[in-house]
């Protein structure tokens, strides 16, 4: 409620004051289309089929930067061995991105009262998702198309390599039959698992069924069952939403808070599904029914999280009609958040919404390099597997068309940033997380800082502040997007100047998409030379006068004074030394010194205004 209130507060004050044409207009901007490229990662020769990657209705489980696949069916209709085929996800660069292979034969299991030894029998249609290390798969249909007659949950160890089986009970009173064509989510957070929908038969119609398996307890309970049943699913921030087809003209968002812990689980009405219906005639923006496609949830940053739903089946044809279009829903906005704010500010703006379960197509964008043997786009396709690559991208692999069983690894990436600095977002700052101030020379305190050259300010979107404190914070030239940055010459006051008003201006984006986060460099000085003999390695910790990190609800926890270091703070990891780019503390003997090993000093300036992440055009919220 607080979180709501304060949204609220900064919205009225926004449109109340017109703080700024600009931010205003950064505001009210639509936050979509988003836009995606696609890159072919890996591919199966068609002459091939020793390995069999050729398949349908497999799954496609990430863990650990590798994505796992697991069951299906061959170009022949047979089901696809137990074995487990892993592609190592690239580091995504500015370059194509490419993958390395392995194949792992399935370990048997023996249990150690019986002596027994278990192994997954082969399967298509089933669940699979992703617990830690371990790859969890339920259900599936045998090759008569029947259920497998089993309840248990099977987890293969992406590092052992092993198989373990683990059985649940169902509720007291209620079963949990066995099923196919269902979807699975693990909540790491909670430790549970979530199951809905699926098939009990082939001639049954789809089930609306939603069960939670505890792993404290090892048993299944059952849920509100939807108002119908799913052609996709997905689960995100304790939320299972769904995807239903009412007609040929509307669908429906059908979607149930789960809560985040059992106790609000458990009240009264607590668990309720709600419905958001959207068009799906040519006339309004909305995919059309489908089946066999694939519903993976995307994280643009500050705040901001969508839906992608893409390709699938005509499920009305009798023919072979495949979609190739890729859309995305906006989901609700939450906590304190860049996105929140901004949409509770369009909420007091004339004619302006915030968006949320809107619908529009991506917008394709191409890939830096584009190999002529290559394909551009995947082509129409269903029953593949899919799963979230990382916060920004999804990996997808196989799958059926009109030409049969596919073999090929995709890649797709949702681009959050502008790649150059133009006239109108020059002078915009993005939103951001982490922030430091740089001053080409320190002296022993702030009054001693005389004649500047330069001052340069640094701020960063990571998608997590923790990734980037436990795996440093490491600031290249190479990170620089090409042909991203500019000087301006006689550039107006730049609020990202606290204590300076700077006559010229030199910008910066940088961008580290295998460690996800995206920065950008504001250089300021009177002096047009400073700026031309300006490069980012001068970007170094000694020269950082301060920093600051902030969680998702704007609250700091990495304080850096180097002026005052009595008042440093780290309250995520606390004294662990930190590499790279961050100037405290960077040794065990920091603590007992009460200074780190920089030299420098400065000012304990304050931090650029919250509400400056409101005024992105650089970054659509």
């Known amino acids: ?7 609220a507060v900064v919205a009225e004050q ?3 004051t017109s703080l700024e044409a600009g931010a205003a207009v950064a505001v009210a901007r639509p936050t979509q289309p988003l836009k995606v490229s696609l890159s072919q990662i890996a591919t199966t020769p068609t002459d091939d089929a020793s390995l069999s990657l050729s398949r349908s209705h497999h799954s496609v489980t990430v863990i650990n930067h590798k994505a796992c696949i697991f069951g299906g069916e061959t170009t022949d209709g047979q089901l696809c061995t137990t074995d487990f085929h892993v592609l190592s996800l690239p580091a995504v660069t500015n370059g194509e991105p490419v993958a390395a292979y392995a194949c792992y034969p399935a370990f048997a299991m023996q249990d150690v009262e019986t002596g027994k030894t278990y192994i997954p029998a082969p399967r298509t249609k089933h669940a699979a998702c ?25 987890l293969w160890d992406s590092e052992s390599l092993k198989w373990t089986k683990i059985q649940g009970a169902s509720q007291i009173g209620k079963t949990l039959t066995p099923r196919f064509d269902h979807h699975i989510f693990f909540d790491h957070a909670q430790d549970i698992l979530v199951l809905h929908g699926g098939r009990t038969a082939a001639s049954q119609k789809a089930s609306t069924e939603t069960w939670l398996y505890n792993f404290d307890t090892l048993a299944w309970t059952e849920l509100p069952a939807a108002p119908e049943a799913p052609t996709a699913a997905a689960f995100v921030d304790n939320v299972l939403y769904t995807i239903g087809t009412d007609s040929d003209m509307s669908g429906a968002i059908h979607y149930m808070d789960l ?40 994280d643009t940053g500050v705040g901001r999280r969508y839906l992608i739903y893409m390709f699938g089946k005509d499920e009305k044809s009798g023919e072979n009609d495949y979609y190739s279009d890729i859309w995305a829903v906006q989901l609700p906005s939450h ?4 996105a929140a704010m901004k949409d509770a500010i369009r909420d007091k703006l004339p004619r302006v919404e915030s968006g949320e379960f809107s619908w529009a197509e991506v917008e394709l964008v191409p890939t830096e390099e584009v190999k002529t043997e290559g394909k551009a786009h995947p082509g129409p396709r ?31 990436q949702v681009h959050v940033q502008t790649e150059t600095v133009t ?35 640094l701020v960063v979107q990571a998608y997590q ?139 304990y300036d304050a931090c650029l205004p919250d509400y400056s992440q409101l005024e992105s055009e650089q970054t659509e919220l």
């Not at 068009?279 to 309004?284: A, G, K």
């Not at 906590?335 to 860049?338: H, I, L, M, N, R």
């Open 465 to 603: 502040v923790s990734s980037l404190m436990t795996n440093g914070f490491h600031l290249s030239p190479a990170n620089e997007l090409p042909q991203a940055g500019c000087i301006i010459r006689d550039c107006p006051p730049h609020r990202v100047f606290v204590a300076h008003s700077w006559k010229h201006l030199r910008r910066y984006i940088l961008v580290d998409r295998e460690a996800e986060w995206t920065a950008h460099v504001f250089v300021g000085s009177n002096e047009l030379n400073a700026l031309a003999e300006f490069r980012l390695k001068d970007l170094t910790a000694d020269r950082i006068a301060c920093g600051y990190a902030w969680n998702t609800v704007r609250l700091t926890i990495y304080n850096y004074n180097a002026f005052k270091p009595g008042e440093n703070f780290n309250t995520l990891v606390e004294d662990k030394p930190l590499e790279g780019l961050w100037p405290w503390p960077k040794r065990a003997e920091c603590r007992e010194s009460g200074r780190d090993d920089n030299k420098d000093s400065t000012e």
């Open 335 to 338: 906590g304190f958040t860049a």
């Open 14 to 16: 926004v449109v109340s």
């Open 259 to 298: 809560k985040s812990n059992a106790t609000d689980r458990e009240k009264p009405d607590a668990l309720v599904w709600k419905t958001v219906n959207f068009p799906t005639n040519p006339l309004v923006p909305g995919p059309r029914p489908r089946e066999g496609g694939a519903l993976v949830p995307i």
């Open 130 to 154: 992703a617990r830690g290390q371990f790859a969890i798969i339920h259900g599936g249909a045998d090759a008569s198309g029947k259920p497998i007659e089993e309840t248990c949950l099977w």
């Open 423 to 457: 006239r109108e977002n020059a002078l915009v700052v993005p939103p951001y997380n982490v922030y430091f101030t740089f001053y080409d020379k320190i002296g022993e305190s702030f009054e001693s800082i005389q004649n500047l050259r330069w001052e340069a300010r």
């Open 382 to 412: 269903g029953f593949f597997g899919a799963g979230s690559a990382s916060a920004k991208s999804l990996i997808f692999w196989g799958g059926d068309s009109a030409k049969g069983k596919e073999g090929d690894g995709w890649l797709l």
């Open 1 to 7: 409620m607080a979180e709501a209130v304060a949204g």
